[in-house]
């Protein structure tokens, strides 16, 4: 698809002057809300617990109904007209992955959704290995899902929405429950999707890691947007991080220790950028050395 067709497209998400109240309660999750998500853009949700992080994204597909505004998905505003239509556009994953599994195998999971769209059983089978090779979970296809690790859970549940080939797709704390060695699998995984330009993902998260991977950082506070930016940029400013009790990421935090040192190495937000430039600098100053041995 050209440039061109992807500018006149409507954007993948659009919000209007969004609000929603916390169940029968008189006060607002969600105060007034509006941005625009382009497609293929991978947008990370970040704030304090309450902040609305979770009511945000439940509203995308309605899960969660708003009591004010306008909710756009695909060119299509949500309404119980729309709603089944935005569903098969919008996938989600939750922190608890087990939640979502509903069959006996992995592959009955995968095609759970698929069979529930009435596709052909030819097309639900390459759905399913198509998915499953992505997410490299074709050898667990035969497996319980109670069997898995939780890495293996929520790459087979996100394979399962992946299947569906939504336009959006969500994950609402996915990597929460997961150890250091899963969590970084799985945003590897979100990488190469990100990479493969056909989804728009929006992760929500407290994983700084996790929004420094993403094109664009959103920080919600008491249910409305305090902060919209690069995450490059945002997760700089020490004072809004320290506001929403964050961390500087470990990268960031490394550079700026060593450039306290002395080290002249620029500031990176990620560990691969950090080792790199270490790198550089070590193998500059091991240069020197040389020919300062040389000279001598």
């Not at 945000?56 to 729309?82: E, S």
């Not at 499953?132 to 929405?161: C, E």
């Not at 420094?212 to 930016?229: K, M, Y």
């Amino acid at each position: 698809m050209d440039n061109t067709r992807r500018m006149e497209e409507p954007p993948a998400l659009w919000l209007e002057h969004v609000s929603s109240r916390r169940g029968a309660e008189e006060s607002l999750a969600i105060d007034d809300i509006s941005l625009t998500v382009p497609r293929g853009q991978w947008v990370c949700v970040a704030g304090a617990n309450g902040s609305g992080k979770s009511t945000l994204v439940r509203l995308i597909n309605g899960l969660q109904p708003c009591c004010d505004g306008i909710i756009t998905v695909g060119g299509h505003v949500l309404g119980p007209d729309t709603l089944w239509d935005i569903r098969c556009q919008v996938g989600m994953v939750f922190p608890q992955p087990d939640d979502q599994f509903v069959g006996l195998t992995v592959a009955d999971d995968l095609a759970f959704g698929l069979e529930n769209q009435c596709l052909p059983t030819e097309e639900i089978h390459q759905r399913i290995w198509q998915a499953a090779t992505q997410l490299d979970i074709s050898h667990l296809l035969d497996r319980h899902p109670g069997t898995l690790s939780g890495g293996q859970k929520q790459r087979v549940a996100l394979a399962a929405i992946i299947a569906i080939n939504p336009e959006i797709l969500i994950l609402d704390e996915a990597t929460s429950m997961l150890d250091a060695v899963s969590r970084a699998e799985l945003l590897g995984w979100l990488r190469r999707i990100r990479r493969a330009g056909r989804h728009t993902i929006i992760t929500v998260t407290h994983d700084i890691e996790e929004m420094a991977a993403a094109d664009r950082l959103i920080v919600l506070q008491d249910g409305r947007i305090v902060a919209d930016g690069p995450p490059a940029e945002l997760l700089r400013n020490e004072a809004m991080l320290r506001e929403q009790c964050l961390e500087l990421p470990y990268a960031l935090a490394l550079c700026r220790e060593l450039r306290s040192l002395g080290w002249p190495i620029e500031e990176s937000m990620t560990e691969e950028e950090a080792v790199n430039a270490i790198w550089t600098y070590y193998s500059s100053m091991s240069r020197t050395d040389i020919r300062m041995e040389q000279a001598l």
